[in-house]
């Protein structure tokens, strides 16, 4: 069976600092990993996606995540937030069908 | 760009009535998925399609959900009787390889149940 742990339900950083937002996942297989962005009032939209190629993913919007197998991480990180990041993030994982993880809401202090 | 459209963005019905929610996939797109996500919790699988036939669904997928491709364009959801904990925002979504590839969803239907 698979499954997600997002570590964080709220993350706050400041405007033009760092993001770390944490995930691990459990797979009895060579999973799919992504993450996804949900906006107030909006759709999922995907950010990122690893599907066994490089372990350093990049998204768009100047996000990016590293597969880390021995440690069962995927990471979203992002260099300099923006107020435009502000959301709901989901790591999600895919051996079939996807789950979720609970999702880490974003907040950006100007 | 392509996208997925689902309609109604809110629907509003009471206990023990029948729902049907509607999407448009994407036009080349060869899998189908719905997913809710109740109100404070996670998004949840619920089925997947292919071929005209449901390939996966889950736990919560039980006798009064079911699925259809009535045409070459529209994917449904169809509740048969409503209950309070149905409530939920319900997303579709399509994808061309399967599940383990990018899946695009839409804007969502909300559903409350009065």
């Known amino acids: 069976a698979q499954s997600v742990t997002q570590l964080d339900s709220h993350v706050s950083v400041s405007e033009g600092t760092p993001v770390l937002l944490r995930c691990n996942y459990s797979s009895s297989y060579s999973p799919s990993l992504f993450w996804y962005v949900q906006h107030p009032n909006k759709g999922l939209q995907l950010l990122l996606k690893y599907t066994s190629a490089a372990t350093l993913v990049k998204g768009i919007n100047g996000f990016e995540a590293e597969f880390k197998k021995s440690e069962t991480s995927f990471h979203l990180t992002k260099p300099s937030a923006h107020m435009s990041d502000a959301a709901e993030y989901f790591c999600v994982v895919s051996d079939w069908e996807l789950t979720f993880g609970t999702g880490t809401r974003l907040t950006i202090i100007p | 760009e392509p996208e997925v459209t689902q309609t109604p963005s809110h629907q509003v019905t009471q206990m023990g009535q029948e729902v049907i929610l509607r999407c448009v996939p994407i036009s080349n797109h060869l899998y189908f998925y719905w997913y809710r996500q109740i109100l404070g919790q996670k998004v949840e699988f619920l089925v997947s399609f292919y071929n005209n036939e449901i390939s996966e669904k889950s736990e919560i997928f039980d006798d009064q959900f079911s699925v259809e491709r009535p045409d070459g364009s529209n994917f449904t959801l169809k509740i048969r009787s409503t209950k309070l904990e149905d409530s939920a925002m319900y997303f579709c979504?399509?994808?061309?390889?399967?599940?383990?590839?990018?899946?695009?969803f839409g804007p969502g239907t909300r559903l409350t149940v009065l």
């Open positions: 979504a399509s994808s061309t390889k399967g599940p383990r590839d990018e899946q695009f």
